[in-house]
C-alpha cells in the first residue's frame, strides 16, 4: 500500500509519518484492495 502523508501548516515529523503507517497497516489487515492511501493533515486557527 502506498501511504502519501501531506502536511498544510503542519510539519510532518518521522514520529508522526511511523504512527500513521503503523495505524495504517492495521486497517490494511481488515480491507485488502486499498492500494493508495493519502491523507492531508491541516492546522487552522481561530475556528469557532
Known amino acids: 500500500m502506498n501511504v502519501s502523508i501531506i502536511g ?3 510539519k ?3 514520529e508522526i509519518r511511523s504512527y500513521i503507517e503503523k495505524k495504517m497497516k492495521k486497517i490494511d489487515h481488515f480491507i485488502d484492495h486499498i492500494y493508495d492511501f493519502k491523507l492531508i493533515i ?3 486557527r481561530h475556528i469557532y
Do not use: G
Open 12 to 14: 510532518i515529523t518521522p
Open 42 to 44: 491541516t492546522r487552522e
Open 8 to 10: 498544510r501548516k503542519v
